[in-house]
């Protein structure tokens, strides 16, 4: 049996579940949410546009470049895999429009019809983004584990952010599951128009991770875990970034400051960052009984440039993802919940050793 929540966190919990939600604490009014998307929409919808009529120059100066650097079509799969997602997001943007038109206007944009639509959106744009992925740049992913998703949810998933596209593949997966995410993002995001009209209208939470007063930011990603359904899950990169030896000393010496007793533990970890508490502490008390998913993944690097990507694709080996369930009432209470989560983030850097081939030092983040 799920353990009960104490008596102060259901309450905080249940006033939670009945106060407007917010999507981000600067971002998501109205003025602002127009003054990015007069930007984003046009420029993407001309952007598919141009795209397909560059597609064949494209494709013939891309095949002659492949063929003088004895690439093995990396620049013509990069080149088909734009217009396929430049297609995705104004097919995404356009079926979100329809949307806004079939329940705006009878003022059921929230209601659960509308919301289940826009779930069913999300799941399309993020899978056959993938599906293009595996198709065009060679992109192969499986997932160990894959019973502790037979269960269903509610979830708590705590995720490795190993890349820009972890959200992506991680949408996928809990698609496949079944399951409806919930994501906490940076804020950075919403300038993807698909991500930014698609998930104003479901539960999600875009976070100001450079905010110098963070309590707007954990109340309202408390109000985001405080009231999830048998088939949502709620995603957190307790990470916050991605990794680099970089961050990762400049962690450790952070914590130096703010929790020496979480040092030690710190740097016993190779791949990953030390996790940040305060978000996922939020999660923890606004959703006491639901269970934790640690999902982690080796095989994808971090790529800051263009060129990054361009030489490897295809991409050499394939992403493997391993999924491990925690029931509730197997984790501490508050008092020892920090240490047992550095612990289970220890086993975590573990499993990334174990099953790769490659040094932590080659993996970079901007």
């Not at 470049?65 to 620049?75: E, F, I, K, M, P």
């Not at 708590?156 to 906490?184: E, N, Y």
């Not at 916050?240 to 450790?252: D, L, M, N, P, V």
């Amino acid at each position: 049996m799920p353990v009960s929540a104490p008596p102060h966190r259901a309450v905080r919990a249940v006033s939670a579940m009945h106060r407007p939600r917010v999507w981000s604490s600067r971002d998501s009014t109205r003025r602002e949410r127009w003054r990015r998307r007069i930007f984003t929409v046009p420029a993407i919808l001309t952007g598919f546009l141009a795209f397909v009529v560059l597609l064949i120059p494209a494709l013939v100066i891309g095949g002659i470049v492949d063929l003088l650097a004895r690439r093995r079509g990396s620049t013509v799969r990069l080149a088909i895999y734009a217009v396929w997602w430049a297609g995705l997001e104004s097919a995404g943007v356009l079926w979100a429009a329809v949307l806004w038109v079939r329940y705006s206007l009878l003022g059921q944009l929230d209601s659960r019809n509308s919301l289940h639509a826009h779930s069913r959106l999300q799941r399309w744009w993020s899978t056959n983004l993938v599906r293009g992925a595996r198709s065009l740049l060679g992109m192969a992913h499986g997932l160990e584990g894959r019973e502790a998703l037979r269960a269903g949810g509610p979830l708590i998933v705590l995720a490795r952010h190993g890349s820009q596209g972890d959200a992506l593949l991680v949408a996928s997966i809990l698609a496949t599951a079944g399951l409806r995410p919930r994501f906490v993002l940076k804020r950075q995001l919403l300038w993807d128009p698909c991500l930014d009209v698609v998930g104003h209208r479901l539960p999600n939470y875009f976070v100001d991770r450079n905010s110098t007063d963070n309590r707007p930011e954990l109340d309202n990603i408390a109000r985001l875990a405080s009231d999830l359904e048998y088939d949502e899950a709620i995603v957190i990169f307790p990470e916050g970034t991605r990794y680099s030896e970089a961050k990762r000393k400049q962690a450790i010496d952070t914590l130096g400051t703010t929790a020496p007793g979480r040092v030690a533990s710190a740097r016993r970890l190779r791949h990953v960052l030390p996790i940040r508490t305060a978000g996922l502490l939020s999660i923890l008390d606004a959703a006491p009984s639901t269970d934790l998913l640690f999902l982690n993944h080796v095989g994808v690097h971090d790529f800051r440039t263009l060129g990054d990507l361009w030489r490897n694709v295809p991409f050499p080996v394939p992403i493997r993802f391993h999924a491990r369930r925690i029931s509730r009432n197997e984790t501490p209470g508050a008092s020892e919940v920090v240490d047992w989560l550095d612990t289970r983030w220890e086993e975590f850097d573990d499993w990334v050793a174990t099953n790769t081939s490659e040094p932590s030092s080659s993996t970079t983040a901007s």
